[in-house]
């Protein structure tokens, strides 16, 4: 079946440092692929989304592409902000659209 | 910009109660969602919802869940009778058709609501 794998947190960082989250998916078909951002006390957002390979979707300084051949959607800041802090979330919606499938979430925390 | 809403942001309920989670999903959306997340824990779909019938439901959603969409604006997710894991946040979600056989693969999430069964 489908899911998403993403590494394990917590995850530390001074403000300004380089971010990776990696996310790795297994699907059948061709799954568009998001990140979602979880402040503490609040509900989902989102971040970015990628609906087809080799796409990338961005925002707020977040990046991710879209890699079919790797199974991959990692997400990059170039220099992360305490405001950052936050879980985020890997996640795919299946060919049919029904459902979203979530990996375990990575919280992070930036450090001033 | 439109949003999902959830009401109430908080319930406490005793264990055997039944309770009523609401949601509002955005207006011009033909699908909707619930999802629930136990503390700490990953979020998990149970059931989404078109057309007026359940489209597809996972195996959390046994016979004690039960989703209604009672008039043409709130979508209703119903426990019969709560047990303690059923604690959690549930996140009300909904997204607009691609087609007209298949959702948007976006769907956009309300705020939750926090279910404490004591």
């Known amino acids: 079946g489908n899911s998403v794998t993403q590494m394990e947190g917590p995850v530390t960082l001074s403000e300004e440092a380089f971010l990776t989250i990696n996310c790795t998916y297994t699907?059948?078909?061709?799954?568009?692929l998001f990140w979602y951002v979880q402040y503490p006390g609040e509900g989902l957002q989102l971040l970015l989304k990628?609906?087809?390979?080799?796409d990338k979707g961005s925002n707020k300084g977040f990046e991710a592409t879209y890699r079919k051949e790797t199974t991959s959607f990692h997400l990059e800041k170039g220099s992360v902000q305490v405001s950052d802090s936050a879980v985020y979330f890997c996640?795919?919606?299946?060919?049919?659209?029904?459902?979203?499938?979530f990996g375990a979430g990575t919280r992070l925390f930036v450090k001033a | 910009e439109p949003e999902v809403t959830q009401t109430p942001s908080h319930q406490v309920t005793q264990m055997g109660q039944e309770v009523i989670l609401r949601c509002v999903p955005i207006?011009?959306?033909?699908?909707f969602y619930w999802y629930r997340q136990i503390l700490g824990q990953k979020v998990e779909f149970l059931v989404s919802?078109?057309?007026?019938?359940?489209?597809?439901k996972s195996e959390i959603f046994d016979d004690q869940f039960s989703v209604e969409r009672p008039d043409g604006s709130n979508f209703t997710l119903k426990i019969r009778s709560t047990k303690l894991e059923d604690s959690a946040m549930y996140f009300c979600?909904?997204?607009?058709?691609?087609?007209?056989?298949?959702?948007?693969?976006?769907?956009?999430f309300g705020p939750g609501t926090r279910l404490t069964v004591t």
């Open positions: 979600a909904s997204s607009t058709p691609r087609d007209p056989a298949k959702p948007s693969y976006e769907q956009y």
């Open positions: 699907a059948t078909g061709y799954p568009s």
């Open positions: 990628a609906t087809k390979a080799d």
């Open positions: 996640a795919l919606t299946n060919t049919g659209g029904f459902k979203t499938i």
């Open positions: 207006s011009n959306h033909l699908y």
């Open positions: 919802f078109y057309n007026n019938e359940i489209s597809e």
